[in-house]
């Protein structure tokens, strides 16, 4: 039997340990130039090793630029991924084609070089750098974001640097077309349990990364440059991600020269909120407790339930008024349903509200606007229901509540959708959305036009 003095099995256990352990994978390809990997490196190494265990299928991995997080996830994960799985197919997509090619080109010299120990060869007839295929079964596919990929089907999908410029990011346009092509194009070519990554650094709350996170479903890793609390590697607060490479001094003096909302978008991974000029949300108190009040339920419609489209949210806001004046936001919902299901969602809403809290609802322009709004009253019975034209525009409607907000008289029942609410008052009226903000303009309306409505009061009004 050989020992382990036995170059023969040493060389056995070697291979075995490159295909079975990614860290050991990345720790000889670095060893060959003379480098370890960082701590954040390891970081990331298990975060991958974990993806390719199947733990997670989908990661988003946020890190500044300069990282090297592009090494360990388009570069030596792949190539391992493909050793582990020889009849797999991996798309890699890139802001460019000539970037993502140039991460094929990496990932075919890695297995040029080292696949006789990852027991993985290419095929001769076909080695380019953007489409390649191995003796094992494998095919690894290069393409530009809003590239074709129709035909192709992959069970991993790699997704690094989306985003070209900042002018890109902060494009509507740009972004609309960018989460279309990942909706419509990329994750329907996924195989069953097809895994993803997308590796990007941020440049816009709304880019790829935002929406995917607002979405839910995703294991998402942020490393900012300068650590903040609770930092995910047990840094001190303002510690240096890599200090080897830039250390502390040398972040502050970039984040002087680029300015706090560069810095704090591409190197904290946090874009700032393009803070509008009517909602101070710095005022606004939350609150773990809620008075008794006048309360009213005022909602903001819409039909749409493509999430690749972007559609506008169906919104709604709780506001108490107390004795004293004050608000109180109990509760904000915004979701996305088809028509038929809309009205069963107010009713539903208004059922768990109790009758004593009325409802309001938007009266659009137009025949199908008046429709809607009968059939949804009518569905309300029992329930006071106000309707009201919407015929200022937004922001006039919002100014009225934003003075409130202003002078620190409303608060927020603590709760998971606190965050969604501020973030789209605070963008208001430059935001994405205003769907919340339409819904809150109502609910404040109908809590101080001085006009009480009697039941069914909006019913008879559209039906003379």
């Not at 003095?5 to 352990?21: F, G, I, M, Q, Y």
């Not at 419509?184 to 995917?212: C, F, S």
């Not at 106000?386 to 015929?391: G, I, K, N």
């Not at 809150?440 to 101080?448: E, G, N």
Request: aromatic letters at 8%; one cysteine or more.
């Amino acid at each position: 039997m050989p020992n382990s003095a036995d170059p023969s099995r040493r060389e056995e256990v070697l291979r075995r340990s490159l295909r079975t352990d990614f860290e050991a994978w990345t720790r000889y390809i670095l060893a060959e130039q003379g480098r370890a990997p960082a701590a954040h490196h390891l970081k990331l190494i298990a975060e991958l090793a974990a993806l390719g265990r199947g733990e997670t299928e989908r990661l988003i991995l946020l890190l500044p630029p300069g990282s090297a997080k592009s090494t360990f996830a388009s570069l030596f994960f792949p190539t391992w991924w493909m050793a582990g799985n020889p009849g797999g197919a991996v798309i890699t997509a890139s802001h460019t084609a000539k970037l993502a090619e140039q991460f094929g080109r990496g990932v075919r010299q890695l297995i040029n070089d080292h696949g006789d120990r990852l027991n993985i060869s290419m095929r001769h007839d076909a080695r380019a750098a953007g489409r390649f295929l191995t003796d094992q079964g494998g095919e690894y596919y290069a393409v530009g974001v809003q590239g074709a990929v129709t035909g192709r089907r992959a069970d991993l999908a790699l997704i690094d640097d989306p985003i070209k410029s900042m002018v890109d990011a902060g494009a509507t346009s740009a972004r609309d077309r960018l989460w279309q092509w990942f909706c419509y194009e990329l994750i329907t070519r996924l195989k069953p349990h097809g895994r993803v990554v997308l590796v990007m650094n941020r440049w816009h709350r709304d880019d790829l990364a935002g929406q995917l996170i607002s979405q839910g479903g995703w294991r998402v890793v942020r490393l900012p440059a300068l650590a903040e609390e609770s930092d995910p590697m047990g840094r001190a607060e303002g510690d240096a991600l890599w200090p080897e490479w830039e250390p502390r001094d040398a972040l502050l003096a970039k984040r002087s020269l680029i300015g706090e909302r560069v810095f704090a978008a591409l190197f904290q991974q946090a874009p700032l909120i393009n803070a509008g000029s009517i909602f101070k949300i710095n005022e606004l108190q939350l609150t773990d407790t809620l008075p008794a009040g006048d309360t009213v339920r005022a909602w903001d419609l819409a039909a749409g339930t493509d999430a690749a489209r972007n559609p506008d949210w169906t919104a709604c806001v709780k506001l108490v008024r107390d004795t004293s004046g004050g608000l109180w936001v109990d509760d904000v919902r915004r979701v996305r349903v088809p028509p038929d299901e809309l009205s069963q969602l107010v009713v539903a809403t208004a059922h768990q509200d109790g009758d004593h809290v009325r409802v309001g609802l938007p009266r659009d322009p137009g025949q199908s606007g008046a429709y809607q709004t009968l059939q949804l009253t009518r569905a309300l019975a029992g329930f006071t229901v106000q309707c009201t034209a919407e015929l200022k525009s937004k922001a006039e409607r919002a100014l009225p509540v934003a003075a409130q907000v202003a002078n620190g008289s409303v608060k927020l029942r603590r709760a998971a959708w606190n965050a969604a609410f501020m973030d789209e008052l605070a963008a208001f009226p430059d935001g994405p959305k205003d769907d919340q903000v339409d819904a809150l303009s109502r609910a404040f309306s109908m809590l101080t036009s001085g006009m009480r409505p009697a039941r069914f009061a909006a019913i008879s009004h559209l039906t003379r």
